[in-house]
């Protein structure tokens, strides 16, 4: 039978840490098992990017890829946008722009 499949007492918290790190250990952790348990590497990442910096090394330099959600990008261009935006109304109103 499968170790995966063995019944176990249920204890709730399996993390000691922040929040906020809780994503990046839980990455390292899937990634560190799935070589363990499995023989199997993953080349991808698709997660934040403390995630990322935790697993981008695991298997060897630079061995995993962070894939980007096209939400993250919109995200980001949005905000690049809004302050491009508010600088320009800045120098316009402060007289700076010819």
């Given at each position: 039978m499968?170790?995966?499949?063995?019944?176990?007492?249920?204890v709730?918290?399996?993390?000691k840490g922040?929040?906020g790190?809780?994503?990046?250990v839980?990455?390292f952790?899937?990634?560190?098992r799935?070589?363990i348990?499995?023989d199997?590497?993953y080349?991808?990442?698709?997660?934040?990017s403390?995630?990322?910096l935790q697993?981008?090394?695991?298997?060897?330099?630079n061995?995993?890829?962070?894939?980007e959600?096209?939400?993250?990008?919109?995200?980001k261009?949005?905000?690049?946008?809004?302050?491009?935006?508010?600088e320009?109304?800045?120098t316009?109103?402060?007289g700076?722009?010819?």
């Amino acid at each position: 039978m499968c170790e995966l499949n063995v019944k176990r007492e249920h204890v709730c918290s399996n993390y000691k840490g922040s929040s906020g790190n809780m994503e990046a250990v839980g990455a390292f952790r899937n990634f560190e098992r799935s070589l363990i348990k499995r023989d199997l590497q993953y080349t991808e990442y698709y997660g934040d990017s403390k995630g990322f910096l935790q697993v981008k090394d695991i298997y060897g330099e630079n061995s995993v890829t962070k894939l980007e959600c096209i939400g993250h990008i919109q995200k980001k261009s949005r905000l690049t946008f809004k302050e491009t935006k508010k600088e320009h109304q800045r120098t316009w109103w402060e007289g700076e722009i010819n």
